[in-house]
């Protein structure tokens, strides 16, 4: 079993940055793919980014490339999303994401066997 909490959300003006944390419960973070995907009011839940579990690949979606980087410390068992350049369609609640396979089809949420609770981010124009 493994828990997912999330934090570093907020409120930040068009063009700001915010640093997300998710810290990770279990002794397998390593073995684990993690991913974050964000839910706005009234949309479905869309994939955002992914780190295999050894940090060595990520990937992206095209609406965050260049803008957006996921990292993560497997020592801290904790996973990162740092959020530049950020627009008013960044506005969502934002989830991260644990899976074993998940790798195969990372932008998938049903690869993902555990979820966090979300933080709100908040884009203001």
């Known amino acids: 079993q493994v828990q997912l909490v999330e934090s570093g959300g907020g409120l930040v003006q068009t063009g700001g940055s915010l640093r997300l944390s998710c810290a990770a419960s279990?002794?397998?973070?390593?073995?684990?793919?993690m991913g974050w995907f964000r839910q706005a009011p009234g949309k479905e839940r869309e994939f955002v980014a992914a780190?295999?579990?050894?940090?060595?690949?990520?990937y992206y979606a095209n609406s965050v490339k260049g803008r957006f980087t996921i990292s993560r410390d497997n020592a801290k068992n904790t996973v990162y999303l740092q959020m530049n350049s950020l627009k008013p369609e960044d506005t969502a609640v934002y989830y991260c994401?644990?899976?074993?396979?998940?790798?195969?089809?990372?932008?998938?949420?049903?690869?993902?066997?555990?979820w966090g609770q979300g933080t709100q981010v908040t884009v203001s124009s």
């Open positions: 279990g002794r397998t973070f390593n073995s684990y793919t």
């Open positions: 994401a644990a899976g074993g396979s998940a790798w195969n089809r990372p932008t998938s949420g049903s690869g993902y066997d555990y």
């Open positions: 780190s295999r579990w050894d940090g060595a690949s990520s």
